[in-house]
């Protein structure tokens, strides 16, 4: 550069040194001024070029040069180009950071040291109701003013991390990790799921205590009197017979408890062939056993598909809505199970027309001994566990369990399963025919089961 | 807020707001553990409340002595000016709100104390805490992030506890008219409903301000 800038300069003086020596000093001085005024110009051009370049620097825009101003500006371009690269792969770095603190479960607000909103991902903007970029550079605790989270704000990092309510049952456990030069990283986890299981767990516990402890307390008692007590033989056999009637209660509880801890640890059943027309015959057979005749019991629905799954635990589920229908219907009602087939799968269906149940129990009813009546379902007989075994073992066929009902207009409660789970009637089904049952003449239609 | 030659300034202002925002976030949670106490009747709770209100006081006052005494040192015009106005005002307004949530403390627990076993239900009253509770925080929100669309959506919704609480009036008295034993206990939750209409009134207030901070109009007693 400096060489070009010698060049020019020499050629100046030389032009000017000819100039003079050939047509006079005056002549000389003349060309010498020309040649440095043109020289200043060109400076000048790019000169200016430059500056309005640097006041907005855009990436691969540096004016280009000629003489001297060429090496210079190429240097420039050069440097430009390798700072926009620098650039790029930091902002690219930045992105890719963003993105995974993004792709985390967790909410994350960065704050700086005066802790001010520097970044929050979109689950910190949902849980804290924030707006990432229009609270850029907002005092955090201008926006989170619940004054618990306040003092520990104050309090800084060794303080345990604080549980707040931003919304009515809605909590949420935040935390501050500092990291770098006095940032901070303020992290949110929403618990309301995890505090409704650890309420759920506790309810079950102190349940599962109170169903077993009565019928212990009302055997304990009579245990007392017959020991106690001078008994005729009639009080006597009376008074046992009533603290069988209890152990085999508590006896029920706990198989129960055992199934639906089976249901839930086991592995998915094998899928063997249930025959649907046997069970339903079965089915109806234990409904008229239990009903005695104080109901009217009917089958309707013909089938053609069977189920893949464990025979047992379908019948055990099936059995539950049966026996459920037949206890909670008043003497002179009716019962009907109902068998469907469709496109997308098959469903078992038992309607009664029992007392119906209020809206506000239906999503409860298959909770761990959840009563709508507390006297009612004991007497009964119930353990307060059949719905949830029957939605255990239904899900356990990808099936589901939907129970419609409105007070005083009966029950019906649906076990749905998909396509994937029925099969085609098979071919040993009209080969052994129920025994109770008189042998259907077609294989395919049979009356409805109405009898 | 605009530049100052003087970063002390803006750090000042800075803070007094922030120590507002702390101040509503204090009686939020005033209104928020004053209406649980009323409904699962903790009398710690409930005394627990009504101690805390001197806090917000104290915090007014001390706002109070902060606002003037920037005006004197600083001389604030313009935007800053108002902002300072609305900062009294809202203070005012904020420290009114701790009263009311102080109040329906008092009445939660007078309720709970008699035990009246055929109380009117609460849980309308509840609902109405909730929406009450939601305009308080929108308020500050709009406050901290000089937002005027949502203070402005939040005098509109004004009318909603308004409607509300006319809704639990009319309620109340059809209990009372029932069951004469109901009355002492239906009065004092016609008072716990009238303070969370209030609590909506002075929310509102609040956006009010915000709008007059941001565009320089009294919005006041007009129609958005």
């Given amino acids: 550069m400096r060489r070009v800038a010698r060049h020019a300069a020499a050629a100046i003086a030389a032009l000017a040194g000819i100039a003079g020596a050939l047509s006079g000093a005056a002549w000389g001085w003349g060309v010498l001024a020309a040649g440095l005024g043109a020289l200043l110009l060109h400076h000048l051009l790019h000169l200016s070029r430059l500056a309005r370049w640097l006041e907005a620097p855009a990436a691969g825009k540096v004016p280009e040069g000629t003489g001297s101003w060429s090496e210079v500006l190429t240097a420039l371009h050069r ?17 890719r950071f963003r993105r995974a603190a993004q792709a985390l479960p967790d909410g994350v607000v960065i704050l700086d040291a005066e802790n001010r909103i520097e970044w929050c991902n979109t689950t910190a903007e949902m849980h804290l109701q924030l707006d990432g970029r229009a609270d850029h550079g907002q005092p955090l605790a201008n926006l989170v003013r619940e004054p618990r989270f306040v003092a520990y704000l104050a309090a800084g990092e060794d303080a345990p991390p604080v549980r707040i309510e931003r919304s009515a049952g809605r909590a949420l456990i935040l935390q501050l990790i500092p990291y770098g030069r006095q940032q901070k990283l303020l992290l949110s ?11 759920m767990r506790r309810d079950f516990v102190a349940n599962v205590s109170h169903e077993l402890r009565t019928p212990l307390t009302v055997l304990l008692g009579f245990l007392e009197t017959v020991r106690e007590l001078d008994l005729d033989a009639q009080r006597r056999r009376d008074y046992l017979d009533m603290m069988r009637e209890q152990s085999s209660r508590m006896q029920r509880i706990i198989d129960d408890l055992l199934t639906l801890s089976v249901l839930e640890s086991a592995p998915p059943p ?68 109902l068998w469907r087939e469709s496109a997308a799968g098959a469903s078992f269906a038992v309607q009664d027309s029992g007392a119906g149940i209020a809206a506000e129990h239906i999503p409860r009813l298959t909770e761990r001994f959840y009563r709508i009546d507390r006297s009612r379902s004991r007497d009964t007989g119930g353990t307060g566990l059949g719905l949830a075994i029957v939605k255990h073992t239904l899900a356990r066929h990808q099936g589901t369990l939907e ?33 109770a049952s008189p042998p259907p003449p077609p294989a395919t239609s049979r009356p409805g089961g109405r009898s | 807020m605009t530049d100052h030659a003087s970063k002390q300034y803006d750090l000042d202002l800075g803070s007094i707001r922030a120590r507002v925002l702390q101040m509503g976030g204090l009686v939020e949670s005033q209104i928020r553990r004053a209406i649980d106490a009323l409904g699962s009747g903790d009398i710690a709770l409930i005394d627990q409340v009504i101690a805390d209100d001197h806090r917000v006081n104290g915090m007014e006052v001390a706002l109070d002595g902060d606002c003037s005494q920037l005006i004197v040192k600083r001389q604030p015009a313009a935007s800053d000016l108002r902002m300072i106005f609305a900062i009294a005002k809202t203070v005012t307004d904020l420290e009114r709100i701790g009263d009311e949530a102080q109040k329906m403390a008092r009445m939660a627990k007078s309720i709970h104390q008699r035990g009246a076993a055929q109380a009117p239900p609460t849980v309308d009253v509840r609902h109405a805490a909730e929406l009450a509770i939601s305009m308080l925080r929108r ?49 004092e939750i016609v008072w716990i409903a009238k303070a969370i209409e209030r609590i909506g009134d002075h929310a509102k207030n609040m956006c009010e301000y915000v709008i007059y901070i941001v565009k320089g109009t009294d919005v006041r007693h007009t129609r958005l």
């Fill in chain 1, 189 to 199: 986890r929403d618990t309301t799921q995890a505090e409704r299981v650890e309420t």
């Fill in chain 2, 139 to 187: 308020a500050l929100d709009a406050f901290a992030r000089l937002d005027c669309d949502s203070a402005a959506q939040v005098i509109r919704d004004d009318a909603g506890i308004d409607s509300e609480f006319r809704a639990i009036l009319r309620q109340l008295i059809t209990y009372m008219m029932e069951d004469p034993r109901t009355i002492t206990t239906a009065l």
């Fill in chain 1, 270 to 337: 094998a899928a063997e062939r249930v025959p649907v027309r046997p069970l339903l015959e079965r089915l109806l057979a234990d409904a008229r056993a239990l009903s005695g005749e104080r109901h009217e019991v009917s089958l309707d629905g013909s089938s053609t598909l069977d189920l893949a799954g464990s025979e047992h635990e379908l019948l055990g589920a099936f059995g539950n809505l049966v026996s459920n229908a037949i206890r909670y219907t008043p003497p002179g009602g009716k019962v009907q199970l």
């Fill in chain 1, 403 to 435: 129970i419609d009902s409105r007070p005083g207009a009966g029950s019906r409660c649906t076990a749905r399963f998909p396509a994937q789970r029925t099969l085609p009637a098979g071919p040993g089904l009209d080969a052994t025919p129920p025994a």
């Fill in chain 1, 79 to 95: 440097y430009e180009r390798a700072a926009s690269a620098r650039e790029a792969a930091l902002a690219d770095a930045l992105v």
